[in-house]
């Protein structure tokens, strides 16, 4: 009895784990919302052919949004949905031989970013629970710049050493110009994804708040239940 009443105590905890129709249907509109700000305002910049976009906003949006694993795919959903042939990655290009340009990199990029900014927004949150909020917020901040530094712009230079053949030094003369309009996004991210959390707690934190919280102990053993194991 003790073992079969522990083992139906622990299913729905595992359960509350799994996605549901809530969760896809998020994955879906953030999706969405990365190809959307892939075409909208794009500004060339050089001759490369690497607008700048609000994908970076976008892309850190969903991560401290949705955490890490959801964030991961809605982002990578999106790409998918570009290699396949839909006209959604910048400039309305679409198809494999994307990756054979300049901007692959900062599109493989976005996946890791969005995944990366996602697990350490869920480190923050609980980190900072009970805390002020401008000290999370910085937090935030400094998890997106990272994410981003490392991952969007890392990889966007990689891409273009190997696509463009540029060498190191030119490839990130030709990243850096998207710092400053990087910085402002991110911050943006921030104040967007902080609202959201205030406005909508069953987004990530509550989600956050029930799987930090233990599972339930099993039951003890019912009075009697030495005399029933006695031979």
Not at 97 to 120: D, K
Not at 203 to 224: D, H, K, N, Q
């Amino acid at each position: 009895m003790t073992t079969t009443d522990g083992t139906a105590a622990a299913t729905p905890a595992r359960g509350r784990n799994r996605w549901n129709a809530t969760d896809l249907g998020l994955i879906a509109v953030f999706a969405a919302l990365v190809a959307a700000s892939a075409l909208i305002a794009a500004i060339p910049v050089g001759g490369l052919g690497v607008p700048i976009t609000l994908q970076t906003l976008a892309v850190m949006l969903t991560g401290l949004a949705l955490g890490p694993a959801r964030a991961f795919a809605a982002v990578g959903l999106y790409v998918l949905l570009g290699l396949a042939g839909l006209p959604i990655f910048s400039g309305g290009r679409s198809g494999l031989g994307v990756l054979a340009g300049p901007s692959a990199g900062y599109i493989i990029g976005f996946v890791f970013a969005a995944t990366a900014v996602g697990w350490l927004t869920v480190v923050v949150l609980r980190r900072t629970a009970g805390r002020p909020g401008r000290f999370r917020a910085v937090l935030l901040f400094a998890s997106a710049m990272v994410s981003s530094i490392i991952f969007v712009h890392g990889l966007g230079i990689l891409g273009m050493m190997v696509n463009a053949k540029l060498d190191f030094s030119k490839a990130f003369l030709a990243d850096v110009v998207f710092y400053p309009g990087d910085v402002i996004k991110n911050a943006l991210a921030v104040t967007i994804a902080l609202a959201l959390h205030k406005a909508f707690p069953d987004l990530l934190i509550r989600r956050i708040r029930t799987a930090a919280t233990p599972g339930p102990v099993s039951a003890a053993p019912v009075a009697g239940a030495e005399a029933d194991s006695r031979p």
